[in-house]
């Protein structure tokens, strides 16, 4: 029942965000042109059969909305995982270039202003750093309730740990603060986007790249050589070239300057954002603005605000000591009526069992920021940057249900279809 209304939703939101329903219609016929499945159009309609009785079908209709009805679970899963994929890409192939400029005349590409920043520290900031803090946590607190009796001490061991990792966890503040900020009044960040159709070759589209990777500084009018360059190696391929200005979205901005919050650009091949909180800054990385639209990166980035906001790492460290008097209060209680290996196995046990606690307060937290995000700019732009960030993630999740419920327990992030099951 929930894949189905999954899908149903996901039409439905495919209604809503897209000028012309025919265009993913299209995309669709053109999915099962070469499969086993018979495909045939009618007034409005598309039906796509199982085999030649049409026993088992899928009718989506598009005027004047988007809709679908089907009684095959093979063809609607098909179907599924189509929606997603044009969702995430509007059936299209892009070629995003990134340039910077300080008087919207001259363009110099991003790759030569930004030094390579480390991929894997975006990573272990967003992805697993936190539960590790909460880990060390848990066990300094153990440590220093079964070596002290004091729990003023124990309770400090856990403050200075907890500011320690987290300390650690900002060391890219440093580098991060060389970055470049969007949203000074004399920093212009453009793309260049080349748009072609979802067929074109990648080799065509590898050849463009290594054909303009001499382009470090454009005018605006060397768009016009790069769209004959783009021409040229795409042929019909070629959709559209736009040189489009980064800006986030007015009600974003102000809470930006309310809060006095920097939004700081760093080069990585990575799709992430993550917040500096006791920098009051908010880092997103090239490959993100290079994926997402303005609006969709608003969205992002007012998820971003919202851990500043709801002061997430307040809530935390609280939690942290918490975790710190429960811990003490168990120890010293096993210590005074049970033996070494007792105590060993209770603390193992309420290890795993604050970890999934720690676990269920980050996910809690994240749904938290996205609430934010949702008052500030429509839930549809949050959604949709969701999709094109996450959608190969999306359908590994729906195809491996387990996965999805292994990560609705020990992970840091609410599994990404719950999460749009939500906004759409």
């Not at 409005?44 to 009684?71: G, K, M």
């Not at 040229?232 to 809470?255: A, H, P, Q, S």
């Not at 604050?354 to 008052?375: G, H, P, Q």
Request: proline fraction near 2%; include cysteine; charge should be positive.
């Amino acid at each position: 029942m929930k894949e189905q209304t999954f899908i149903l939703k996901l039409f439905d939101f495919i209604s809503r965000t897209v000028e012309d329903a025919r265009s993913f219609v299209d995309f669709v016929a053109s999915y099962f042109r070469d499969s086993d499945f018979f495909v045939e159009f009618f007034d409005s309609s598309l039906r796509i059969c199982e085999d030649s009785t049409c026993r088992r079908y899928a009718i989506i209709t598009y005027n004047p909305t988007l809709d679908i009805v089907f009684n095959s679970r093979k063809i609607a899963r098909i179907l599924r995982d189509v929606a997603i994929k044009y969702i995430a890409t509007r059936g299209e192939k892009k070629l995003v270039l990134l340039y910077m400029s300080m008087d919207g005349k001259k363009f110099i590409k991003l790759s030569s202003v930004l030094k390579s920043r480390s991929e894997r520290y975006c990573i272990l900031t967003s992805r697993i750093w936190n539960i590790l803090t909460a880990f060390v946590a848990v066990f300094v607190a153990f440590l220093s309730s079964y070596l002290s009796q004091n729990l003023l001490l124990t309770m400090m061991c856990v403050i200075v740990i907890s500011l320690l990792m987290s300390g650690i966890s900002l060391i890219g503040a440093y580098k991060s603060s060389r970055g470049i900020d969007i949203t000074a009044s004399k920093i212009q960040i453009f793309k260049l986007c080349i748009t072609c159709n979802w067929n074109t070759p990648d080799t065509r589209i590898k050849s463009l790249l290594r054909a303009l990777k001499g382009f470090n500084v454009i005018t605006s009018e060397s768009v016009h050589n790069v769209s004959a360059i783009a021409r040229t190696f795409l042929g019909t391929y070629l959709k559209d070239v736009k040189l489009i200005r980064v800006e986030l979205c007015n009600t974003v901005l102000d809470y930006v300057k309310r809060l006095g919050v920097k939004i700081l650009l760093i080069h990585s091949d990575s799709c992430n954002a993550f917040t500096l909180p006791v920098f009051k800054s908010v880092v997103v990385t090239t490959r993100l603005i290079a994926t997402l639209d303005n609006q969709e990166l608003s969205a992002v980035v007012g998820h971003e605000l919202g851990h500043i906001v709801n002061k997430d790492f307040l809530f935390c460290l609280v939690a942290f000591l918490i975790n710190a008097l429960l811990v003490y209060g168990i120890v010293r209680t096993c210590l005074a009526c049970l033996s070494i290996f007792s105590v060993l196995f209770i603390i193992f046990l309420y290890i795993i069992i604050a970890s999934i606690a720690f676990f269920a307060l980050f996910r809690y937290l994240e749904v938290r920021a996205d609430k934010f995000a949702e008052k500030i700019i429509s839930p549809d732009m949050l959604a949709l940057a969701l999709f094109k960030v996450a959608w190969r993630c999306l359908l590994v999740e729906l195809e491996r249900p387990l996965a999805l419920a292994v990560g609705k327990v020990v992970s840091t992030h609410p599994p990404i279809m719950d999460r749009l099951l939500r906004m759409i």
